[in-house]
């Protein structure tokens, strides 16, 4: 019997798995996902869901099998280094004389690894889940688990997170809240992007929101801005600006600010498609948890995605839309701005 490539913590993206598929192929082996990304393993949902709802239910009668602790934690096999076998340093750069774009450079908001993952989780159950539901949408205050980094590049999983939580000694509705965005909401992007080739372009919009917005398609826009002014934070809006320094500062955005961010650049391009090709250019390359199947699902959210229609207005037509009015009632719009005014100030260095 041939051995397998064992490949581990499946990201269901076109091109990675293409370069699994090629490289089972070409050492004549059969392949082998360990789906470690989620909780419930994708492939046990069968094709695309269209709604939290209907992969809710799905997902729970499955939690109970695959939300447990591992029963064998400790590897049974100890490894050995081979003779003469060599280590990196830690400051070495495997990357040098690659051809990379570095322009982007690195930040200081987030330092990597498991352990720092681990202590953020520490900090996120004891400090601030027992008034997560509370406080998850207000980008001025220091309320979510800023854990997508570390799921991205697998630095903790999802059942690590899962299990933490659960356990936390807060009221059920804090823990469920949290829960429904990361078993739910999460594992929903990532049945979208296994199901649907076009999860980074508008095709894999919904019917109704295609419709209704090309029916607005001629609608005046009240600005239009470049990806250039966009990258640059150069609109009239300060709090969109904000939010847009926050992501390029120190990698990462508020979920909220993140939607409210993306209905702008709908909002302010001359088509749809423009606006997410910018949306996605941006994401991918100043966020640290870019490129990820939560980020595609959640941009493409802005255009209709796992949603429903909304009351008609102007350019979005039935798309749900956001203002800045709505953001000034909702959040502390001036402790935000004060905020990533402290973050930029220090270079970095605010969390």
Known sequence: ?????????????????????????????????????VIVPSHMIEKEQYAAFHIRRKLDAQLDRFLTKSANRTARVKWRARAGLQSLSLDTDITEGWPLNRDVGPVSTFKGGSKEAMRLLREFTQ?????????????ELDGTSRLSPYLHFGHISTLTVALAVRSA?????????????????????????????NYDNFE?????AHRTLAEHAQDLRPYLYSQRQLDAAETHDALWNAAQRQMVTGGWMHNYMRMYW??????????????????????????LDGQDPNTYANILWCFGLHDRPWPERPVYGSVRSMSRAGMDRKTDVAAYLEEIARLERSGGEAA
């Open 204 to 208: 894999s919009g919904e019917k109704w």
């Open 262 to 287: 993306g209905k702008k650049i709908l909002e302010w391009s001359r088509t749809p498609e423009e606006a997410l090709a910018t949306m996605i250019h941006l994401h991918d390359r100043y966020a």
């Open 1 to 37: 019997m041939k051995p397998a490539l064992v490949i581990g913590d499946e990201n269901p993206m076109r091109e990675p798995e293409r370069w699994r598929v090629m490289a089972a192929q070409k050492l004549g082996v059969p392949l082998w996902t360990v789906d470690s990304d």
């Open 169 to 197: 000694d807060v009221p059920r509705e804090q823990k469920e809240s949290f829960l429904s965005e990361l078993l739910v909401w999460r594992e929903l992007a990532v049945n979208f992007v296994r199901h649907n080739p």
């Open 127 to 139: 400090n601030k889940l027992a008034h997560y539901a509370q406080r998850r949408n207000h980008p």
